[in-house]
């Protein structure tokens, strides 16, 4: 099988590419955001191959995975055929519903009355990444599955010599409230804090958090950065809306301990053995300040989250899930 899948979402086109499929990812020579072709920074197999937009009208494509809602022109403008029905087509809803304009019968705007832009149109069906999500959106005539993530496994890795936690953001001043970024202030004080992403460098003066509380680490490759992760004692994801990060998931894998806003998908993805989930920031700072002054507790509490994250997050269930949707919607 041969899919067209643009390169959106890097751990999760990581995981996604490890398919049996061929998988076609379009790259411009700006490697802008509708061509940024295979990535730097994670390892992909050769069945990941590049397609330059003005080839694609000359390949076998069976069906497209869409990520953004532009992709169904760009799709229909490269390959010359329209998804859904010149060519089967999937859309993977990545992230939970924002507040939209709100619907005339509505007295104001309301999340979980989200329409999706695919509410209308039955020819397209919409894999949410998480339950959450689909509890969430409203798809309405839209065909809706789930598809949990599956994430290529770290390995337990986790040495926790250093008594500090790590934090993976991107984007973290853009993103702030959403992604959590204004309660790194208060977590910092204590437990220090290490924070991956893109685009970290200058949240410590932005915030006004001493430079000793929070380090920064820039854009590392994956590998590097599981490697850094693996020697924090605790994995702090402070995320208020958001689908599930999938660091979250891979600091688990790595044998971390998880503190997590009790919110989204969270609750299910994180048990009471593999960490602490509460609502109260000042609850949360205090679990992860315990954890990293016990290094005993916080190895048993990894052993628990990485067994739990192995078994509901492992690659080949992620794989075989996706493989079975594919064969469904290209029948």
């Known amino acids: 099988m041969r899919v067209l899948l643009w390169h959106v979402h890097g751990s999760w086109a990581t995981s996604f590419v490890h398919g049996p499929q061929t998988t076609l990812v379009p790259v411009t020579p700006d490697k802008g955001p509708d061509g940024r072709g295979r990535p730097d920074t994670f390892t992909w197999p050769d069945r990941a191959v590049e397609v330059a937009p003005e080839r694609l009208r000359h390949e076998d494509v069976d069906v497209v995975v869409l990520q953004r809602p532009r992709e169904l022109e760009l799709a229909e403008q490269w390959l010359g055929r329209r998804p859904g029905r010149d060519v089967p087509a999937v859309y993977v809803e990545h992230d939970t519903p924002r507040r939209t304009p709100a619907d005339a019968s509505l007295p104001e705007e309301v999340v979980p009355d989200s329409r999706h832009f695919l509410h209308d149109r039955g020819d397209i069906p919409v894999v949410h990444v998480t339950n959450f999500n689909r509890l969430f959106w409203n798809c309405g005539r839209a065909p809706t599955t789930v598809i949990e993530h599956g994430v290529v496994d770290p390995g337990h890795r986790c040495t926790g010599d250093m008594p500090r936690a790590g934090v993976v953001i ?136 990485r067994a739990y994250a192995v078994e509901r997050y492992g690659l080949p269930r992620f794989l075989r899930d996706w493989e079975r949707t594919l064969t469904e919607v290209t029948r």
């Not at 009790?262 to 679990?287: F, I, K, Q």
């Open 170 to 305: 991107n984007d973290p001043l853009r993103r702030g409230r959403v992604a959590g970024t204004d309660l790194l202030a208060e977590l910092a004080r204590a437990v220090p804090l290490d924070l991956f992403g893109m685009n970290v460098a200058g949240v410590p003066e932005a915030l006004g958090i001493a430079p000793e509380s929070l380090w920064t680490f820039e854009d590392l490759p994956q590998a590097r950065m599981h490697e850094e992760l693996a020697r924090r004692r605790v994995y702090v994801h402070p995320y208020r809306w958001t689908s599930l990060g999938l660091a979250l998931i891979e600091a688990m894998m790595l044998g971390l301990p998880v503190v997590a806003l009790a919110t989204t998908e969270a609750v299910e993805a994180v048990p009471p053995e593999a960490g602490v989930l509460s609502t109260r920031v000042a609850h949360l700072a205090d679990a992860a300040r315990a954890l990293a002054a016990d290094p005993p507790r916080a190895r048993q509490m990894g052993k628990e989250a």
